[in-house]
Antibody
Framework: QVLLVESGGGVVQPGRSLRLSCAAS????????MHWVRQAPGKGLEWVAI????????YYADSVKGRFTISRDTSKNMLYLQMNSLQPEDTAVYYC????????????WGQGTLVTVSS | EIVMTQSPATLSVSPGERATLSCRAS??????LAWYQQKPGQPPRLLIY???TRATGIPARFSGSGSGTDFTLTISSLQSEDFAVYYC???????????FGQGTKLEIK
């Protein structure tokens, strides 16, 4: 079965950087688009970014464009989110999720990793 | 950006009764609409995609309908495990800018 395990969350000061990782297993990672979605404490879901199956196309929410970078390493079945210039409003649980195929529904989700941006 | 608006924000229903949740898009998203269920401390779970197709393992009491801008998630006979927050999401926008509704909390009456 599909398993997605996020790591790399923690407490970081405003303006600093953090890299999240997501280890994927149970499916052919190189065949699917992958996403990051976040959820601020007590709030709803916010889509962050998507990367195509081969890593050639990447799209971002306006709120993170220019600060966050999504990437993948197919040889390691890993998804990443490099987050720069972090702000308190970036505080959230970050989920990685798998697309059903390319640019469609998110059919599998990890358990999430908490990022707290605070001085 | 396509804005998704869900109503009501909170819905109180008794077990065994029917629940109807609504989602409206600010512009047509065709049938590129999904519904997710989220319980406290858990990640979201895909329920419905393509506006009306149940995901694998989802009970038949969950059904989705609609196209264009107006969508509905119906739970025909509520079970205790169905009380959760439900989100709609569109995946029609291009370039991709997926957007979620703000959620409907389904609580026990």
């Amino acid at each position: 079965q599909v398993l997605l395990v996020e790591s790399g969350g923690g407490v970081v000061q405003p303006g600093r950087s953090l890299r999240l990782s997501c280890a994927a297993s149970g499916f052919t990672f190189s065949n699917y688009g992958m996403h990051w979605v976040r959820q601020a404490p007590g709030k709803g879901l916010e889509w962050v970014a998507i990367i195509s199956y081969d890593g050639s196309n990447k799209y971002y929410a306006d709120s993170v464009k220019g600060r966050f970078t999504i990437s993948r390493d197919t040889s390691k079945n890993m998804l990443y989110l490099q987050m720069n210039s972090l702000q308190p409003e970036d505080t959230a649980v970050y989920y990685c999720a798998k697309s059903y195929s390319a640019y469609d529904e998110l059919d599998s989700w990890g358990q999430g990793t908490l990022v707290t941006v605070s001085s | 950006e396509i804005v998704m608006t869900q109503s009501p924000a909170t819905l109180s229903v008794s077990p065994g009764e029917r629940a109807t949740l609504s989602c409206r898009a600010s512009q047509s998203v065709s049938s590129n609409l999904a519904w997710y269920q989220q319980k406290p401390g858990q990640p979201p779970r895909l329920l419905i995609y393509g506006a009306s197709t149940r995901a694998t393992g989802i009970p038949a009491r969950f059904s989705g309908s609609g196209s264009g801008t107006d969508f509905t998630l119906t739970i025909s006979s509520l079970q205790s495990e169905d009380f959760a927050v439900y989100y709609c999401q569109q995946y029609d926008d291009w370039p991709p800018r997926y957007t979620f509704g703000q959620g409907t909390k389904l609580e026990i009456k």
